[in-house]
């Protein structure tokens, strides 16, 4: 065979080529097999397993939490504790004080005493982050739900509180709980309420005194000549809302003093809707406005009933004309509060 013939493989190779590499098997290609380590073996089966079970236990606490309304003192044990469960609570509580299971629970002496214990303490605690003000003004509005003497004390302690928001709070959640105890047919709260929110009402935040102003008008069957005279001073309050609330205050009482600032509340003039293509500002800006007017015209309406049921007598014409010049307002539930107080107002005119 001539040397042009032969196949590369038959070629006498060259000594001073390097060697040929060594073809490997299928078996040397794989890595050796060895044991697995310890390590190995918790990345594998310890590690998920811990997470797992940190997953369950996260869900059996919400779980927990949120069945906390089978035992009522379930939610002190848990507000007592500075973690995000103790929201959670709060959260749930104020759901069943509305709930199905509200009239047991504002009716509940102990929880309405181991909350105010909760708050008493929090306000010693000398903690002022936004936490512990959330935790006292929750609490303030979580005794105003209850229909039991014992939710009293707590407020009075925090109605004169430094700070303005708990001490709103407090107002607020007190002409709630006087409203729930004579709903309720028990005693309302005495003087001493009285006089702590005739105090509140002197204080230098116009929330405050807006608030005051409102459950003075509530509150003051305990001393009604007092809470009469500051309501009279609050009436030319800088504030309006300070204004309006004294307004409605007196009107409770059946003051007919009343009637001058209701007619202006009557008066607000409509704001115009938002301009097309305006900034998103101007127009939240625009119904804000057009909503504080609703309300506060809507409050006047309720104001002039209170006064109707408490004097037993008519308006004055120029107040009646307010009220007929509403019947076509833009906003149906002022013209449903329209109807409503002429309803009342023709109860009152015996039949021909």
Not at 11 to 36: I, K, N, Y
Not at 105 to 115: G, H, I, M, Q, V
Not at 304 to 319: Q, R, W
Request: hydrophobic share 45%; charged share 25%.
């Amino acid at each position: 065979m001539a040397d042009a013939d032969r196949r590369p493989a038959d070629l006498p190779r060259d000594p001073a080529a390097p060697p040929r590499p060594r073809t490997l098997s299928a078996d040397e290609l794989l890595p050796p097999v060895e044991p697995p380590s310890a390590g190995f073996l918790v990345q594998l089966f310890v590690v998920p397993a811990v997470i797992v079970s940190i997953i369950v236990g996260i869900w059996l606490a919400f779980h927990w939490i949120a069945h906390l309304g089978q035992d009522p003192q379930a939610y002190v044990r848990t507000l007592r504790r500075d973690n995000e469960g103790r929201w959670q609570a709060a959260l749930n509580l104020a759901n069943d004080l509305r709930g199905p299971t509200g009239k047991t629970l504002k009716s509940d002496a102990a929880l309405a005493t181991e909350l105010g214990r909760i708050l008493a303490d929090e306000s010693k605690s000398g903690r002022t982050g936004e936490q512990s003000q959330m935790l006292r003004v929750y609490l303030c509005r979580a005794l105003g739900e209850f229909s039991i003497p014992d939710a009293v004390a707590p407020l009075l302690e925090r109605v004169p509180d430094p700070d303005p928001a708990v001490a709103r709070a407090a107002t607020e959640a007190l002409a709630v709980l006087t409203t729930n105890l004579v709903a309720a047919g028990r005693e309302p709260p005495g003087p001493a309420a009285a006089a702590a929110v005739v105090a509140a009402s002197k204080g230098e935040d116009p929330g405050l005194r807006s608030a005051a102003a409102f459950t003075l008008g509530v509150v003051a069957g305990g001393n009604q000549q007092a809470a009469s005279e500051r309501l009279l001073t609050l009436l030319v309050d800088a504030s309006d809302d300070v204004r309006y609330n004294a307004a409605l205050a007196l009107a409770r009482l059946g003051d007919r003093r009343s009637l001058d600032t209701l007619e202006e509340m009557l008066g607000l003039p409509d704001e115009p809707a938002p301009v097309p293509g305006g900034s998103r500002d101007d127009e939240d800006a625009a119904q804000s406005r057009r909503y504080k007017r609703a309300l506060v015209v809507l409050n006047a309406l309720r104001g002039l009933a209170l006064l109707v049921d408490a004097t037993g007598e008519t308006l004055p014409e120029g107040v009646l004309a307010r009220v007929k010049g509403l019947a076509d307002d833009a906003v149906s539930n002022i013209r449903d509060g329209v109807a409503a107080l002429e309803t009342k107002l023709a109860r009152l005119t015996p039949a021909g």
